[in-house]
Nanobody, 116 residues
Framework: VQLQASGGGLVQPGDSLRLSCAAS????????LGWYRQAPGKQRELVAT?????????ADSMRGRCTISRENDKNTKTVYLQMNNLKPEDTAVYYC?????????WGQGTLVTVSS
């Protein structure tokens, strides 16, 4: 299983950004894709998850400011995170995650910097 994330960058407060992560390889059809983030000096935290059945969960810190979605092609599952009205406190490395059976897979992380 490989997770390839993209879409990070430097934006100004109030801007929007869309992150993408492609999960490739062979894995069980029942799974959860999600985004987590880790700010400097802080622990990694949940941003949002979406299951293969369509159930969605958002962290309180991002609720109302982001939308998670996924595409389920035959060979690649892609998860998107649309973030709006970004704030300086959203600055972090964002990691995509795949939970399948009892396994956790992580992408390489993509840096989002929100600064004026």
């Amino acid at each position: 299983v490989q997770l390839q994330a993209s879409g990070g960058g430097l934006v100004q407060p109030g801007d929007s950004l869309r992150l993408s992560c492609a999960a490739s390889g062979s894995f069980f059809r029942i799974n959860v894709l999600g985004w987590y983030r880790q700010a400097p000096g802080k622990q990694r935290e949940l941003v949002a998850t979406v299951s293969s059945g369509g159930s969605i969960n958002y962290a309180d810190s991002m609720r109302g400011r982001c939308t998670i979605s996924r595409e389920n092609d035959k060979n690649t599952k892609t998860v998107y995170l649309q973030m709006n009205n970004l704030k300086p406190e959203d600055t972090a490395v964002y990691y995509c995650n795949l939970k399948v059976l009892r396994n956790d897979f992580w992408g390489q992380g993509t840096l989002v910097t929100v600064s004026s």
